[in-house]
């Protein structure tokens, strides 16, 4: 079975400062991986995904993320982080091959930024 | 585009009360989503539809909770009798296909509505 573990469950960094969240997944197979942001009272929105090639991918709001099979990660990075990208971020695996298009959600890491 | 579209955005019942919350997806998009997210979890799948059809329903309490799509556009999540830990959002979401393969991996992306806030009490 897929899972996702997002092992922070509270992150603050300053205004400013570079950030970088943690994702580590079990798949069986090659993995389709997805990050999103979900602000207070909004749904989930797609930042970025993974489904194979260079495994730097480049996402919308200046976000990134590094595809590492080795060490089964998928970790989120911003150079320089606002105070609008203060949400909860998602890490996700899927869809299977062969059937449906089922995500297997992180328990997600909720950002603070201070000013 | 209009977005996905989902009412109410909250709802406050009592144990044991019926509760049903109403989605409509992107225009066009075959595969539409339920997902329940609990408080200080990630959304979890209830329920996975490909036009009317079901395509997974393995993780929904089918004891309380039904949904349909009656005409592959539309649909409803419904829970009867509702139980304190049924407090949740529930988020609806669409795509173009689910199945890889036909049109391409970007039809896979998966558009979220805002949710609706569900509070048992």
């Known amino acids: 079975a897929q899972s996702v573990t997002q092992p922070d469950i509270h992150i603050t960094v300053s205004e400013g400062a570079s950030l970088e969240l943690r994702c580590n997944y079990s798949?069986?197979?090659?993995?389709?991986l997805f990050w999103y942001v979900q602000s207070p009272g909004q749904g989930l929105q797609l930042l970025l995904k993974?489904?194979?090639?260079?495994?730097l991918v480049q996402g919308i709001k200046g976000f990134e993320a590094e595809f590492k099979r080795s060490q089964s990660s998928f970790n989120l990075r911003k150079p320089s982080v606002h105070w609008s990208d203060a949400a909860e971020y998602f890490c996700a695996v899927g869809p299977w091959m062969g059937g449906g298009n089922k995500l297997t959600f992180g328990t997600g890491t909720q950002l603070k930024v201070e000013l | 585009e209009a977005g996905v579209a989902q009412s109410p955005r909250y709802k406050i019942i009592e144990k044991r009360q019926s509760v049903a919350f109403w989605c409509n997806p992107i225009s066009g998009h075959a595969t539409l989503y339920w997902y329940q997210q609990i408080l200080g979890q990630g959304p979890k799948l209830l329920i996975q539809?490909?036009?009317?059809?079901?395509v997974d329903d393995s993780q929904l309490p089918k004891d309380r909770f039904s949904a349909e799509r009656l005409k592959g556009v539309d649909s409803t999540l419904k829970i009867q009798p509702a139980k304190l830990e049924d407090s949740a959002v529930y988020l609806c979401?669409?795509?173009?296909?689910?199945?890889w393969g036909v049109g391409g991996r970007d039809h896979y992306e998966q558009y979220f509505g805002p949710g609706t806030r569900l509070t048992v009490t």
């Open positions: 798949y069986g197979a090659t993995p389709y």
């Open positions: 539809f490909q036009n009317n059809g079901v």
């Open positions: 993974y489904f194979s090639g260079d495994t």
């Open positions: 979401a669409s795509s173009l296909e689910s199945s």
